[in-house]
């Protein structure tokens, strides 16, 4: 069993928790991630990284309730555990010899792209990072972007906090500062991966994006994850999962990630729904 040692709940809809793990926390390194069962008989879901101690022996993850695990888990407190906790699985993000990277990181994928970015800075790289939210109440890890940071630029999507406007319109401000990136490493929605790797291209600097797609054992055996990139069919859980952006079918990607959106949202309501039962 895993114990929960820390949560908190850094908006409405985005929860962080440190769970005793220390196999995991001995090997973790940013990019990788783990997969979780809260419950004997329940669902797997993988979730990635976002932080460890090696020392105490605690993996930090940062999750959005979106459907009925996630819901699941995040009715769990400090003090309760975890039956099933695997990992880390999945390649480490490269950062050897990177010298100047723009990190990316939209909505929840933030949690992905802070250990990122903080390996970066401690390796001594100079990190300009870019996070996007569709308004301030969504923001999270703000101040720890900001301590990982040489620069940081904040993006909401109405303008009720930081610069309005996308974040690929603060990446494509910063390369026509005359910026020279070693690397672009974007992490967050499909969509919005696509589109900062749409400006890259023109601008021929490499871009590494950060896939997660459905997956179900995370060791390439049940095939779920796969994706088309640079034409063959490649395996998030054990080729990435990390990519050369400009390869991915982002297309394909992106309807194989809708075509359970539907079974998803009517889980989490009859999972809710039991819960507010259980509670009355």
């Known amino acids: 069993m895993f114990r929960i040692v820390n949560k908190k709940v850094l908006n409405p809809t985005v929860t962080l928790m440190d769970i005793e793990a220390p196999f995991v926390a001995r090997k973790a390194e940013p990019g990788q991630f783990i997969i ?6 329940g669902e797997r879901i993988p979730l990635t990284v976002a932080g460890y101690d090696r020392d105490k022996g605690t993996v930090r993850i940062i999750f959005q309730i979106v459907g009925a695990t996630t ?3 995040n009715q769990l407190n400090v003090g309760d555990s975890i039956p099933d906790f695997v ?20 909505g929840v994928g933030c949690a992905i792209a802070l250990p990122v970015a903080q390996k970066l800075h401690e390796q001594g790289a100079e990190v300009h990072s870019i996070i996007g939210f569709r308004n301030k109440d969504l923001l999270i890890l703000e101040e720890e972007f900001r301590a990982a940071s040489t620069e940081l630029r904040v993006m909401t999507d109405d303008g009720s ?7 690929t319109a603060a ?4 390369i026509k500062a005359g910026n020279q990136y070693d690397e672009v490493i974007a992490i967050g929605p499909l969509i919005m991966m696509k589109f900062v790797v749409k400006l890259t291209k023109q601008y021929n600097i490499k871009t590494v994006v950060s896939m997660n797609p459905i997956m179900i054992d995370g060791t390439g055996m049940c095939g779920c994850c796969r994706l088309t ?4 069919t490649k395996f998030a859980c054990v080729d990435g999962p990390d990519f050369d952006g400009f390869e991915v079918d982002f297309d394909e990607a992106m309807q194989r990630g809708a075509a359970y959106k539907e ?6 309501e009859e999972t809710c729904n039991l819960f507010q039962k259980e509670v009355q």
């Open 36 to 41: 979780l069962r809260c419950e004997d008989e």
């Open 71 to 73: 819901y699941k888990l």
């Open 87 to 106: 990992g880390p699985l999945g390649k480490p993000t490269e950062t050897k010899g990177l010298k100047k990277v723009a990190v990316v990181g939209g």
């Open 161 to 167: 906090y930081g610069t309005k406007g996308v974040v």
């Open 171 to 174: 990446l494509e401000d910063l």
């Open 229 to 232: 990139v640079g034409g063959k």
């Open 263 to 268: 079974f998803e949202r009517h889980a989490y």
